[in-house]
C-alpha cells in the first residue's frame, strides 16, 4: 500500500449537461468518454489522459450536507492567480460562493481558496498552498472548509 494515492472521483448529479458544462469551465476538465445506455447518463472527465471525476446521472435533490458522507472536494492549484481566475470564472456562472471571495485556511495560514458548490450543491474548494496575507482568514461564523 506504499503507493496508494487517490484516484478519481465519481459524483452523482440530476443533469448531466449541466454538470458536464460546470466542470469543463471551472475545473478545465476535458470529457474523455460520455454515454446514455438504457436511460444511464455518465460522463468520465480529466485532464492530460488522467481520469479525474465521473459524474453520474442517477439522483434528485440536492446534496445533503447533514447526513453521513462526503464533506466537500478540493482542488490544488499553484498560486493565488490562478484561485483568482477561478474565482472570476465562478461568478460569471453565477456560481454559489461560500465567502465572499479568496479566504485563507487558518489565522496564521499561508495557503487558502475559494469556496463554492456545483450545480447540486456539492462543496468544493480551489485553493493555493501561498494566497498571502492579504486574504482574510476566516471566522467562527464562516469558517473554511472545516464547517461549511
Known amino acids: 500500500m506504499n503507493a496508494l494515492k ?10 448531466l449537461t449541466r454538470s458536464i458544462a460546470f466542470y469543463q469551465k471551472v475545473l478545465d476538465l476535458t ?4 454515454r446514455d445506455a438504457d436511460g444511464r447518463r455518465y460522463a468520465m472527465l480529466g485532464r492530460d489522459r488522467t ?3 465521473t459524474l453520474w446521472q442517477q439522483s434528485s435533490g440536492e446534496f445533503a450536507t447533514d447526513r453521513p458522507g462526503l ?6 492549484v499553484p498560486d493565488r492567480a490562478a484561485v483568482e481566475r477561478a474565482e472570476e470564472i465562478l461568478r460569471d456562472l453565477g456560481a454559489t ?17 475559494v469556496f463554492f458548490t456545483d450545480p447540486d450543491g456539492v462543496r468544493l474548494e480551489i485553493f493555493a498552498p501561498e494566497v498571502g496575507g492579504e486574504a482574510p482568514a476566516p471566522t467562527g461564523s464562516a469558517p473554511t472548509c472545516g464547517f461549511f
Request: hydrophobic share 40%; no cysteine; glycine share 18%.
Open 97 to 113: 460562493l461560500v465567502h465572499d471571495g479568496i479566504v485563507r485556511h487558518g489565522e496564521q495560514g499561508t495557503s487558502g481558496g
Open 6 to 15: 487517490t484516484g478519481h472521483v465519481g459524483l452523482n448529479v440530476t443533469d
Open 31 to 34: 470529457v474523455f468518454a460520455e
Open 71 to 76: 464533506h466537500h472536494l478540493s482542488f490544488e
Open 51 to 53: 481520469l479525474m471525476l
